[in-house]
């Protein structure tokens, strides 16, 4: 995997500016053709991300023909991944910290994560770990953990990943104004139908194993507005500066999870004059399959907060989706049914559902295939990639089941890269 760079980010989507430079003439020294940019999604380091871009790209080199010079970028952020997620084969190791973790205690590990990520609210991380090891019967503490997850997750006023969590409209979300009992209830039973049927015990355990989950997901939503951010303000003006100082070089986005939103923010970010980018591939994309509609269905005064950002692409949008992915086909709708609108339960999964899990929707002229088909050469395409992607337990299923050949495949067909 050479030559190889990263662009670094910070949560605010400011970029290293020494790796950026070092990315700009380096390309341009190395000769690169073809510069493969992947977004990692949620991984709790960097070591993290790098495994994963490095076992995505590991078939690339030998499937690119004759005149194409590969470069690759791993694109760094500040994400998080629980611990009680391991990544499909992950070492033994990984293996058993999975398995001693995952609430609904704040074990020692998953405290470090958290830590790494909100920096500076070690006294809110305190009392949150503490009402989780209480696990008290009086719905007043239950109470209590919503406003501090609430407390964990907040942004400063100035903080410009404010306004950028949303992908089917303004607004601030209205996360925890449920009534967190209930709230606790429904992620508990949610994470009981991804394969631990022993959370519908008795109501005390089942409603702190749902503030696990409350803790997990509004965790989740905060690294949603940061993917924003780091794709909008970060990637999004790198590549324009890219394009602009290297003479028809040709960029495919990759973006995992997270990192899907990640790139697809980028597209909004960049200058809408460039043409640089020939192809873009989401993984498993954490975000709103209405992201790019021109008008929601529950809505018809909102449209996707990425709509018409296809066109930034000369050649197609690609949405890998896998009906196996538990994390987005079940948890990922009640949670950003939670971190939205208090109206209605009503069309739950239609509503609030997730790229990576049934595709895109709501765009005129795009189209649906399967893995193995002809990728269309424009516009935006739902890809069922669940043929591979299949494998990975509970919580998260198949979510992090990404680094198959057949799926670098479909990058090489949505840029057009000439293959061996």
Known sequence: MEPYWELAFDADGDVDTVRREELLSGVEREHVTDLLVFAHGWNNDKDDARKLCRRFFAPCARLAGAGVRLGYVGVLWPAIRFPDEPLPDADPSAAAVAAAVGGPDLDPVTRRVLDRAFPGHGETLDRIAELLDERSEVASRV????????ELVSLRETSPARHLGEDTGPGEPAMLTDDAV????????????TGRPELLGNLRERVWDGAYELLRQGSYYAMKRRAGAVGQLGLGPAIGLLAADVSGIRVHLIGHSFGARLVSYALRGMPADVRAVKGVTLLQGAFSHYAFAGRVPHDPSRRGALYGMQRRVDGPLVSCHSRHDDALG??????????????????????????????????????????????????????????????????AGAHSDICHEELARVVFAAGRIALA
């Open 143 to 150: 109470y209590e953990f919503g406003r501090q997850v609430r």
């Open 330 to 395: 079940r948890l990922y709708p009640l949670a950003s049914k939670l971190a939205g609108d208090s109206t209605t339960f009503l069309g739950l999964w239609e509503r609030w559902g997730a790229i990576g899990y049934n595709g895109i929707r709501s765009v005129a002229g795009a189209m649906r295939v399967k893995l193995g088909q002809k990728v269309p050469a424009k516009g935006c395409v739902s890809l069922d990639a669940a043929a591979v992607v299949r494998r990975g337990g509970p919580p």
């Open 182 to 193: 209930q709230v606790c209830e429904l992620l508990a039973a949610a994470r009981a139908d």
